[in-house]
């Protein structure tokens, strides 16, 4: 008798290989994310978090273009306009939370950026007119008092402006996630969401750096990060992108609460940090409330 972990694993290989993922690309998304937080952090002794920006988006779109190239895809879209309003929102998201994790603690920084899974079910309600169930919001409230057990966000009396900050990344985040999930509806593939997202980006945030701070060397000793920040985000936006394409919304976002998980674990596996009961409580809560929402 096949083992049951196998039999999960060979149906969760057909489904990435038939592109059926659904939902379960936000689980890929959210280790990715969870890594781009990591070479943030590890990158912002040598860069400015408009820097570490510009050179997310730049590498992805450097990137995306070349495979546009070699595979003859054009990126014209007749959907011009809602993919500049999703970059617009969606870059002024990344510069908030940018600038908040190199000013806050990563557990705090990252706390506040997920409540955009919470703003995101409430443009759905507005704006759509959807039914909320009392399961799907349970779900995506214990998804986020999981977070804060977890993670216990603190402030100093001297970061308060930081912190303010970093929850409008998370309210702008929601927002753009609701129009990437606009854009999908409307036909638009994965990669040219991604592609538009990673260009006008790079474009905003080059003019920034010429006309304000400048750009820092680059070197042997810290391209690093500057990679990490732009493979990992890279590939993170675009299985984000796909989720919300083709996954239930509410439980895409509910598992966007992944990526905190997995920034925990990062951090005992490579700082050692200490994980109590309360730690291990709270992931629980996180897994469950992801399990929750994921029932019909």
């Known amino acids: 008798m ?16 038939q592109g059926r993922l659904g939902a ?16 943030v952090k590890l990158g912002a002794a040598a860069f400015g978090s408009t820097e570490l920006l510009f050179w997310r988006t730049a590498i992805g779109a450097l ?30 998201s990344m510069v908030a939370l940018f600038y908040a994790l190199t000013r806050l603690p990563l557990s705090t920084a990252v706390t506040l950026n997920y409540t955009s899974s919470l703003f995101f079910a409430l443009l759905c309600v507005v704006k759509l007119k959807d039914r909320l169930t009392p399961r799907t919001g349970l779900a995506l409230l214990l998804g986020f008092v999981g977070i804060v057990v977890l993670l216990r966000p603190t402030f100093s009396s001297a970061q308060w402006l930081a912190g303010l900050i970093g929850l409008t990344s998370g ?34 945030g080059g003019i920034w750096l010429i006309l304000g701070p400048g750009f820092s060397a680059v070197t042997v000793d810290n391209v690093l990060p500057l990679l990490g920040v732009g493979v990992c985000g890279m590939l993170g936006q675009l299985a984000m992108t796909r989720a ?17 998980l997995f920034s925990v674990l990062l951090g005992v596996v490579l700082w050692g940090d200490p994980l109590s009961a309360w730690s291990l409580a709270a992931m629980a809560l996180i897994v469950g409330s992801g399990l929750m929402a994921a029932l019909r």
Do not use: N
């Open 2 to 17: 096949t083992p049951a972990w196998r039999d999960g694993a060979l149906r969760l290989g057909r489904r990435l290989r």
């Open 24 to 39: 379960g690309w936000m689980v890929v998304a959210a280790l990715c994310f969870a890594l781009m937080s990591m070479f």
């Open 63 to 92: 990137t995306l273009g070349a495979a546009m190239a070699w595979r003859r895809q054009s990126p014209l879209t007749p959907h011009w306009r809602g993919h500049i309003k999703r970059s617009f929102v969606g870059y002024a």
């Open 171 to 204: 309210i702008s985040a929601g927002y753009a996630v609701f129009q990437v999930r606009e854009l999908g509806q409307m036909g638009e593939p994965s990669w040219k969401v991604v592609f538009w997202f990673f260009a006008i980006s790079s474009l905003f």
């Open 244 to 260: 919300y394409k083709d996954g239930r919304k509410y439980l895409v976002a509910s598992f966007g609460y992944l990526t905190v």
